[in-house]
């Protein structure tokens, strides 16, 4: 366990180890400057 929480930017619940999840890193001048994590099917809400 790494002891790090996931939680979906979206729904905002808990990402369980075993549930499908995506994670969004911007990237702005070749430079790494943010991520997140969402549910890749979460309910009702979805980003392009």
Do not use: A, N, S, W
Not at 8 to 28: G, Q, S, T
């Amino acid at each position: 366990m790494t002891g790090i929480v996931k939680r979906c930017i979206r729904c905002k619940k808990e990402i369980k180890e075993k549930e499908l999840h995506k994670i969004v890193i911007y990237v702005i001048q070749e430079k790494f400057t943010e991520h997140h994590y969402e549910h890749v099917e979460c309910p009702g809400r979805f980003t392009i």
